[in-house]
C-alpha cells in the first residue's frame, strides 16, 4: 500500500525529531512509503538542513511558528491542533493514504503489516486509564475520502471541546468523540503496539510522551527506555 508519513515539529523537538527520523529509516520499511512529510512551525535551517539529507523527506512550512515552554501551553496548542488541517491537506493533494505520527515517537518495528486496507481509519486504543479512549500520536488515514470527512468532523469537536469544556488537552477527547459518534470503519490498533509509554516485547513503536513523571524533553530522553536510542542516534 502505496503511502505517505505525517509529523509536526518545531526547534524544541530537534532531539525528538532527530530520533523519529532515525529509527523510521533503520527500522521501518519504506519500500511504499512516498514522502515523509515533517510540518515546520520553527526549526532551525540547520535541523532542516539535517532533515533533508534523507531520503522522501519533504518539510512543508506551516504558516505560523510555534514555540513551546511547557505542556498545554499556547504553542503546544497551536502545534497540536494543527496537525489534522495538515492531514487533511496531505490527503488532499496526494490521494494517498497517510500516517500521522507524532515526532516524540521512536520506532523499534515496522507496523505497516498490522493494517487493515479495509478500513477508513486507524485509531490508537488506550490500554490504560486515562480521560479518552483513543490518544492522536498514532492515526492511520487509509480510505481517503472517507478520511478527509472524519478529519472535517474531527476538527469540528476539537473547536466544540475547546469552547464548552475545561480541557486542557482536546484532540484525543474529540479523536474517541468523533469515532464514537459517527459510523466510519475503524480499526483499532492497541497503544502498547504503535505509541507505547513503557514498551513492552508487542511495541512497534515508543512514545516519549509528557507525562507527571517526564515534564521536560530533557526528562523524557533521560527515560530509560530511550537511552539506547539516546546514545545511538544524539
Not at 64 to 87: E, V
Not at 194 to 217: G, N
Request: charged share 25%; hydrophobic share 40%; proline share 2%.
Amino acid at each position: 500500500m502505496r503511502h505517505n508519513i505525517l509529523t509536526v515539529a518545531n526547534e524544541d523537538y530537534r532531539s525528538f525529531l532527530i530520533l523519529f527520523v532515525n529509527s523510521l529509516f533503520e527500522f521501518g520499511n519504506l519500500s511504499e512509503t512516498e514522502k515523509i512529510y515533517v510540518f515546520d512551525t520553527g526549526l532551525s535551517q540547520e535541523t532542516r538542513d539535517y532533515l533533508l539529507c534523507f531520503p522522501k523527506i519533504e518539510i512543508r512550512n506551516a504558516g505560523f511558528t510555534a514555540q513551546s515552554d511547557a505542556i498545554h501551553d499556547s504553542g503546544w496548542k497551536r502545534n497540536t491542533y494543527s496537525k489534522t488541517k495538515f492531514l487533511k491537506d496531505i490527503l488532499t493533494n496526494t490521494q494517498l493514504p497517510t500516517f500521522m505520527i507524532d515526532a516524540d515517537c521512536i520506532f523499534i518495528q515496522d507496523f505497516l503489516d498490522l493494517i487493515d486496507e479495509k478500513c477508513d481509519i486507524i485509531g490508537c486504543e488506550r490500554q490504560r486509564e486515562g480521560f479518552s479512549k483513543y490518544i492522536g500520536s498514532f492515526f492511520g488515514a487509509i480510505n481517503v475520502e472517507q478520511s478527509i470527512k472524519f478529519i472535517d468532523l474531527w476538527i469540528k469537536n476539537i473547536q466544540i471541546l475547546q469552547d464548552t469544556t475545561a480541557l486542557k488537552h482536546c484532540e484525543s477527547p474529540a479523536l474517541a468523540k468523533t469515532i464514537e459518534e459517527y459510523d466510519f470503519k475503524v480499526q483499532d490498533l492497541k497503544e502498547q503496539i504503535v505509541s507505547a509509554v513503557f514498551p513492552s516485547q508487542e511495541s512497534r513503536i515508543i512514545h516519549l510522551k509528557s507525562d507527571h513523571y517526564a515534564l521536560t524533553v530533557q526528562d523524557r530522553l533521560n527515560l530509560q527506555h530511550a537511552q539506547e536510542f539516546v546514545k545511538r542516534y544524539l
